[in-house]
Each structure stands twice: as C-alpha cells, then as structure tokens.
C-alpha cells in the first residue's frame, strides 16, 4: 500500500496526462484520494471527494463515482456530528445504486456499510428509516447541494 501523499503525486500525473478529454481520471483518481485519506485527514478527505463530485457533475458520466464520493462524505460526517446528513446522503446513494442496477465496487460498499452502521447508531431506529425515507426522495440537485454543505455542528456540553 502507498501512503496518501505518495499515491496523491501519481494521482495528480494522471490527472495532468487525461486533461479534460477523459474526466473519468480525474473522478477516479479524486475518489481514491479521498479514501486514502479518510482516516488520517478528514477535512483533505471530503475536499477530494467534493473535487471529484465537481468534475462528475460537470461531465455527469460516473454515477457509480458520485455515490462512492457521497459515501465517503458521509462516512466522515457520521463521525463528526452530521450523521443525519449521512443517512439523508446515503439513502439517495443507495437509491440510485438501486436505479443503476449497480451494487458497488467492494471496498466502497465496505465504506457505505460502516457509514450506515454507525448512522443507525447515533440516530436511533426510528430517526435512521425516516430519514433513509426522505434520503430516497431527494433529487440529484438535492443530492449536490446537501454534499457541498457546510453545516457547522456545535457539540453538546
């Protein structure tokens, strides 16, 4: 395994070499960024992932990328206070995974997994299926717009 800043330096040469003939690099390479730091900075985590939702948004040809980006936003969120964000996100993922007919690629359903499990567990039963509920419902738009937020979660004393 590379260490985040060592794969990040080959994800940036592969970005530079597809330049905007092939956006899908540049998706890709942005969500690997965004797992590999996952753990160890959060904040340059969710940065990398909201980078590849900008370009897939602009090209709108990887939805299987958006959702794992929206995963894994969520993933960082269910630990930081936004965990009902998190199942709002996860839910439309999960509907759209649905609509695609693509269940995911492994090590990303592992990170949608332990999002949703940890989600379930901060919110309870009853707040987790009314909000997957709502989470079904939201528009693409909707979708974009939650993941580009910046809510501030003031913890409680």
């Known amino acids: 395994h590379r260490r985040p800043a ?3 330096a080959e994800f940036e040469t592969a970005i530079e070499l597809a330049g905007v003939a092939l956006p899908q690099v540049p998706i890709a390479a942005k969500v690997a960024s965004a797992e590999g730091h996952r753990h160890s900075a ?4 969710i940065q990398a992932a909201r ?3 900008a370009i897939e948004e602009r ?5 299987a ?9 969520a993933w960082s969120w269910t630990r930081t206070g936004r965990a009902d964000d998190a199942a709002l996100v996860l839910a439309a993922g999960d509907e759209l995974r649905q609509r695609l007919g693509f269940s995911g690629i492994g090590w990303g359903l592992d990170i949608r997994n332990d999002a949703w499990s940890t989600a379930r567990d901060v919110l309870g039963p009853a707040e987790a299926a009314q909000l997957t509920t709502r989470g079904r419902t939201l ?4 979708y974009r717009a ?3 937020s910046d809510r501030v979660v003031v913890p409680s004393a």
């Open 146 to 148: 939650l993941l580009a």
């Open 42 to 45: 959060t904040a340059r985590s």
């Open 6 to 8: 060592e794969a990040d």
């Open 59 to 63: 090209a709108d040809i990887m939805p």
């Open 51 to 53: 980078e590849a939702l």
């Open 65 to 73: 990328l958006r959702v794992l980006a929206g995963d894994l936003i």
């Open 139 to 142: 528009s693409v738009a909707e």
